[in-house]
């Protein structure tokens, strides 16, 4: 398989609610000009202010075997859906590289480079920007090593199996500290979840071989941890 490898410039941290995202004008969305540019729009429509829930109440649409919030008014039906985390183990010469988280959950344990997929963003270039804003790693995506199911906090991970293009990484505004670990020496009692553990076990597994289909959750492991 050809590595596909993404590359992002680093970029200061933000407050996510009020600043605008940095956008590739070549890869940007046209505008929309028109109501009927408008209709061909695929994006969902974004569930309502959180002040104007008053007028929502819990029942179960027709036709729908869930119970949702639903406007009373309009009835406009807010979906909760699981969100998608998106990240990368990282290779280069035999050792793999993690970063110490600095900020809750789990501040001060190790991790994979890893968070949240952004609208509008391939799991692949999600995974790749994580990379660089927590790790300062550009990355050589090798396929997708494993999904997870989370249950408890409704997320669903997709963590892809990498390796370093240029050997050079640094820590980003969400981590203490970055560094590469051979397989003995990676600090066990320090990992700071469930399937960061077993990412790392199955990038053992799969290390210098072709990826098969991907790993998921061990059997009766939920990703259950205790929060810190």
């Known amino acids: 398989m050809r590595a596909a490898t993404i590359a992002f410039p680093p970029r200061a941290l933000r407050d996510p609610d009020t600043d605008d995202r940095d956008v590739d004008p070549a890869a940007a969305p046209a505008a929309v000009n028109s109501d009927e540019d408008a ?8 569930p309502p202010a959180a002040n104007s ?3 929502f109440e819990r029942r ?4 729908d075997a869930m119970s949702r919030l639903v406007c009373t008014d309009c009835g406009h039906i807010h979906y909760d859906n699981p969100k998608i985390v998106t990240g990368a183990v990282i290779g280069h010469e035999g050792k793999v590289l993690l970063a110490r988280r600095a900020i809750h959950p789990r501040k001060g344990f190790w991790t994979i480079p890893a968070g949240y997929l952004e609208e509008n963003e391939t799991v692949e270039a999600g995974a790749a920007r994580e ?10 995506i090798d396929g997708l090593l494993a999904v997870y199911s989370i249950p408890r906090i409704s997320q669903v ?3 892809y199996r990498a390796r370093l293009t240029d050997g050079a990484f640094s820590a980003g505004p969400e981590s203490l ?10 600090p066990w009692a320090e990992i700071a979840f469930p399937s960061v553990h077993w990412t790392l076990n199955y990038w053992r597994q799969t290390e210098g071989q072709a990826l098969g289909a ?4 061990p059997p009766g492991e939920t990703g259950d941890a205790t929060a810190r």
């Open 39 to 46: 209709s061909q729009m695929t994006s969902p429509l974004k």
């Open 53 to 55: 829930f008053a007028k």
């Open 60 to 63: 179960t649409p027709d036709g």
């Open 131 to 140: 990379c660089m804003e927590e790790a300062g790693a550009r990355i050589a």
């Open 157 to 159: 991970q997709m963590i």
């Open 177 to 186: 500290e970055v560094a590469l670990f051979a397989w003995d020496e990676i």
């Open 214 to 217: 991907p790993f998921g959750n």
